[in-house]
């Protein structure tokens, strides 16, 4: 079974400090998610290895 993680980050759009939920299962999450304040599009990639986040990058949607 797998758990889920939580990154937390700051929105690019509205510099409030929120987070996302990650599959620990996956090794390659890549997709956009809206942010739970301001609403706007945000392109999230993480890398996870072995349960643990390698990289995280959260940037606005061009």
């Not at 990154?7 to 939920?21: G, H, T």
């Amino acid at each position: 079974m797998h758990e889920f993680i939580e990154v937390p980050f700051v929105c690019p759009y509205c510099w409030q400090r929120v987070s996302i939920l990650v599959d620990s299962g996956i090794s390659l999450f890549d997709g956009i998610e809206d942010c739970e304040v301001c609403c706007n599009p945000i392109e999230f990639r993480v890398v996870i290895e072995e349960g643990e986040v390698l990289s995280f990058d959260a940037r606005k949607v061009l």
